[in-house]
């Protein structure tokens, strides 16, 4: 089967209790940039789009449905450059990061959430991790 002719991810979404509190979770202590707003036919916003670089996005929107408790294969994964350092900055920034390990494709991760539970993987690449010969 040919591959479909895509680009890479472009946007992950999530739904949210607060978007306000939303937003600054994402944007102070995460540290990715406003794009733009969604808004209701009445004017009202009800959503938020950010940039996280190069052509990937993340978009939440208000929402009354909470995240699964326990563990969750409902989340997104952010690679890092550095994981040592990222936790360290966002632990410097208020934010509750679990401890640094390899995961079962042998890459470095971290787990976090968001204010409502949406869960956050980061992830380092190793040059023994799973995706390492996809990655060059």
Known sequence: MEKLMTRGLAHVCLGVSDVERALA????????????DFVNDKGEKIGQ???LG??????FFRSG????????????????????????????????V??????????????LADPDGNRIELQQYTPESKQAPWCK
């Open 54 to 59: 190069g052509r990937t996005f993340l978009e």
């Open 25 to 36: 979770f994402y944007r102070d202590q995460l540290g990715f940039r406003p794009a733009y």
């Open 98 to 111: 679990g401890d640094i390990g390899k995961g079962s494709d042998r890459s470095c991760q971290a787990w």
């Open 65 to 96: 449905q909470a995240p699964p408790p326990g563990p969750s294969h409902r989340h997104f994964c952010l690679e890092v450059d550095d994981i040592q350092a990222a936790v360290a900055e966002l632990k410097r920034r208020g934010v509750e």
């Open 49 to 51: 789009c950010l940039h």
